[in-house]
């Protein structure tokens, strides 16, 4: 005879702590690094949004180089929100944020100016409640699967195999 007992579920130890906060129409989810770089996520009736903000001022990039460690890294487009924040406007590098956080322990965000690095170890359940939210809208996800395979444009390479 088998036991079954539910425990309340708790970040692991090294774990990534995302704090959500509700948004008109959506959901919005933060992750801070030890410096005060912030990685925005904000999941909402016109679609998914990635931003990262920087301790120290910007100067206003028109892209900035996404890093997975391990794995991958993509150049993609920005626009500036304000002094500190930058928004992914290229759909290619919201899919790869997304699946940076499924699938790594750590991105790297590089502007011209500035670096921020962040420990994201554990964002996969952080990136479900993003897509259900998409789901609750009938939006598409962004990207065809997030599982894996490669990001159009990432690395060179213009073809999709998704």
């Known amino acids: 005879m088998g036991v079954f007992v539910t425990l309340p579920a708790a970040p692991v130890t ?3 702590v995302w704090e959500e906060s509700a948004l008109p129409g959506g959901v919005e989810f933060r992750l801070r690094n030890a410096e005060g770089a912030v990685i925005v996520l904000q999941c909402v009736n016109q679609g998914v949004r990635a931003r990262f903000t920087f301790a120290e001022p910007l100067q206003a990039p028109e892209r900035v180089w996404l890093r997975a ?14 002094e500190h924040t930058v928004q992914v406007e290229d759909p290619r590098g919201v899919h790869f944020v997304l699946r940076t956080l499924r699938g790594t322990v750590r991105i790297v965000v590089r502007a011209p100016d500035r670096q921020a690095s962040f420990a994201i170890f ?8 993003c897509m259900r939210q998409m789901d609750v809208y009938g939006l598409p996800r962004p990207g065809i ?10 690395n060179g390479r213009d073809d999709d195999p998704e």
């Not at 460690?69 to 304000?82: I, N």
């Not at 699967?145 to 990432?154: F, R």
């Open 14 to 16: 090294g774990q990534a």
């Open 69 to 82: 460690v391990p794995g991958d890294q993509l150049p993609v487009r920005v626009t500036a929100v304000g």
């Open 145 to 154: 699967n997030l599982s894996g395979g490669t990001v159009p444009g990432a």
């Open 122 to 129: 554990g964002s996969e359940a952080t990136v479900h409640d």
